[in-house]
């Protein structure tokens, strides 16, 4: 009995190691891999939720866990990568694909314009600390979602990476090296984050078509989005997830 009590939290903190040694390689300057253990730890955070509603031991002590450690793989990561990259993209620093996981030049080096330009990369990390204390306090989400979920504001971050890694859609690439678009993101999901916004969640109450056209169209667009444009999906898969949540909310006004 013990064991299943906590077995939704240990869960939890695997969410914690993964955000905090993604923590380590975004420092480091090793993205890739930041990116690779923030995709670990959002898995984790996704499933230490079902486990506790399958075992019925949901409690207050794993819903402030689970808070803390999304702070971390969901708001302080993806706070230290913008960093990064805006930092890289004002200086116009080019990437070594050889090499994909390290920069050329450590920016924290000197502190000039650009590294205080930069920290405003970080706004999402407080962003994020914000909504989930909110979150915590807020009765009205518990089917559904008031503001961007941080986990889906951080795969928007932490794909950019791998896009300009991997992606050879020179369009994007483009997009994500301009450091102005980079600020004007960081801002966007700021506000997205905790802006009065009703956002379906992809929890089941059944499984009829009738009550879950939304959550079906959407895992089918995400589907065949991430087949076709692959990394490059992960940006656009949240933005149809927000245009969707405003399509559920006029259908059921209706």
């Known amino acids: 009995m013990t064991f299943k009590k906590h077995l939704p939290n240990l869960i939890t903190l695997l969410n914690l190691l993964s955000g905090t040694i993604a923590v380590f390689f975004a420092v480091k300057e090793q993205l890739v891999l930041a990116s690779f253990f923030v995709f670990l730890g959002i898995f984790f955070d996704f499933f230490d939720g079902l486990a506790a509603r399958l075992l019925n031991v949901q409690g207050e002590l794993g819903k402030q866990l689970d808070s803390l450690a999304d702070v971390v793989t969901s708001g302080v990561v993806?706070?230290?990568?913008?960093?990064?990259?805006?930092?890289?993209?004002?200086?116009?620093?080019?990437?070594?694909?050889?090499?994909?996981?390290?920069?050329?030049?450590?920016?924290?080096d000197h502190f000039n314009t650009t590294f205080f330009i930069a920290l405003i990369g970080l706004i999402v990390t407080l962003a994020a600390a914000y909504r989930l204390a909110k979150f915590n306090i807020d009765e009205r989400q518990t089917s559904s979602f008031i503001?961007?979920?941080?986990?889906?504001?951080?795969?928007?971050?932490?794909?950019?990476?791998?896009?300009?890694?991997?992606?050879?859609?020179?369009?994007?690439?483009?997009?994500?090296?301009?450091?102005?678009?980079?600020?004007?993101?960081?801002?966007?999901l700021s506000y997205l984050m905790n802006a009065e916004i009703p956002l379906f969640s992809l929890k089941f109450k059944d499984y009829t078509w009738k009550n879950n056209k939304i959550k079906f169209s959407y895992i089918l667009i995400t589907a065949l989005l991430c087949v076709f444009l692959q990394f490059v999906a992960i940006p656009i898969v949240i933005i149809v997830y927000v245009l969707l949540s405003f399509i559920d909310i006029k259908l059921k006004k209706k």
């Open 147 to 188: 503001g961007l979920p941080t986990p889906a504001a951080a795969l928007v971050v932490l794909s950019l990476p791998l896009i300009l890694t991997y992606s050879h859609n020179q369009f994007f690439i483009n997009l994500i090296e301009n450091g102005w678009f980079l600020i004007g993101l960081a801002v966007l």
């Open 78 to 108: 993806p706070g230290i990568v913008l960093f990064q990259l805006i930092s890289k993209a004002l200086t116009k620093g080019s990437w070594n694909l050889k090499n994909v996981v390290n920069f050329k030049t450590p920016m924290w």
